[in-house]
């Protein structure tokens, strides 16, 4: 079990949008910056948002990140059949100085 | 384009040892954080280890005392040692880049290479 706890699977049709939640506790989301990656199947995570709510070069604004007390939130927009993968939050805990995923959430995009 | 190349996998006995490598381009292992991830058949990936640029290295519990980080700085390449391998060491390990903060490596992780795949069975 997970210490980051995120919905299993959330789905929606094409253009339109989800939310996925991320949540944990003050010792690792409250007090440290979130990250998300995106999982294509048969590939590694990519990075899809690091520092709470800022994208690397390349990802689309469709893709948005927040963090608010000790959970975060994935947004996407305009879903794309090509949005359908697995969805990980990360951060660090700093009372056990060590990593933590999210148990990570799979798209559907209907 | 930075690469991380990892390699070494395959089919292992319960209690055998392996290891994994990888391999960096365009980045200097010896000058980042480096992790390694692994992640089971079906299930998130889990955090294994980060090494700092001076050398040291952080164990989760679950490998501490049986895996071991090493580093070869003149082939910029990353080493994992797995020694006493459990079925549920099975899993794709996955070697990142991790960019850090006020000396902690705690911001995210920024490259991933494609994964080896270590498979314990008997």
């Known amino acids: 079990q997970s210490v980051l706890t995120q919905p299993p699977s959330v789905s929606a049709a094409p253009g339109q949008k989800v939310t996925i939640s991320c949540s944990g506790s003050?010792?690792?989301?409250?007090?440290?910056?979130v990250s998300w990656y995106q999982q294509l199947p048969g590939t590694a995570p990519k990075l899809l948002i690091y520092?709470?709510?800022n994208r690397p070069s390349g990802i689309p604004d469709r893709f948005s990140g927040s963090k608010s007390g000790t959970s975060a939130n994935l947004g996407i927009t305009g879903l794309q059949t090509g949005d359908e993968a697995d969805y990980y939050c990360?951060?660090?805990?700093?009372?056990?100085?060590?990593?933590?995923f999210g148990g990570g959430t799979r798209l559907t995009v209907l | 384009e930075v690469q991380l190349v990892e390699s070494g996998g395959g089919l292992i006995h319960p209690g055998g040892s392996l290891r994994l490598s990888c391999a960096a381009s365009?980045?200097?292992?010896?000058?980042?954080?480096m992790s390694w991830v692994r992640q089971a058949p079906g299930k998130g990936p889990e955090w294994l280890s980060v090494?700092?640029?001076?050398?040291?290295?952080f164990y989760a519990d679950s490998v501490k005392g049986r895996f071991t980080v090493s580093r070869d700085n003149s082939k910029n390449t990353l080493h994992l040692q797995m020694t006493s391998l459990r079925a549920e060491d099975t899993a794709v390990y996955y070697c990142?880049?991790?960019?850090?903060?006020?000396?902690?490596?705690?911001?995210?992780?920024?490259?991933w290479g494609q994964g080896t795949l270590v498979t314990v069975s008997s």
């Open positions: 990142a880049r991790v960019i850090g903060f006020g000396g902690v490596p705690n911001r995210y992780f920024e490259y």
């Open positions: 365009e980045l200097v292992v010896s000058r980042t954080y």
């Open positions: 090494t700092y640029s001076g050398g040291d290295t």
């Open positions: 003050s010792s690792n989301i409250g007090n440290n910056y």
């Open positions: 520092d709470n709510d």
């Open positions: 990360a951060t660090w805990d700093s009372s056990l100085n060590t990593w933590m």
